[in-house]
């Protein structure tokens, strides 16, 4: 079992910035992918950046440019900058750990962008 806690979000106003956290705790493989996905309202959940044990990236298309996803394996930690926040940005934010057939979700933290 893994188990991931979130942290780091909250309301801030378009153009603003928010940094999200995420610490993984359990039965930590070390070769893994963790990441960020989100979910809005009446919207399926999508993924927003990942990012491999020997740092590899991905970011959806809408994201680039203005997030950054990093992690510190001794710590299992994975982290989500955000820049120049949009209200399209606004959701519910989940950290996800994948490794070989197993995947876990976190239980999410708000982002609210206000107009």
């Known amino acids: 079992q893994v188990q991931l806690v979130e942290s780091g979000g909250g309301l801030v106003q378009a153009g603003g910035s928010l940094r999200l956290s995420c610490r993984a705790s359990?039965?930590?493989?070390?070769?893994?992918?963790m990441g960020w996905y989100r979910q809005a309202p009446g919207k399926q959940r999508e993924l927003v950046a990942t990012?491999?044990?020997?740092?590899?990236?991905d970011y959806a298309d809408s994201v680039k440019g203005r997030f950054t996803i990093s992690r510190d394996n001794g710590k299992n930690t994975v982290d989500l900058q955000m820049n120049s926040l949009k209200p399209e940005d606004t959701a519910n934010y989940y950290c996800h750990y994948r490794a070989y057939a197993s995947d876990y979700w976190g239980q999410g933290t708000q982002v609210t962008v206000s107009s």
């Open positions: 990012i491999t044990s020997l740092h590899s990236t």
């Open positions: 359990g039965n930590i493989i070390s070769l893994n992918v």
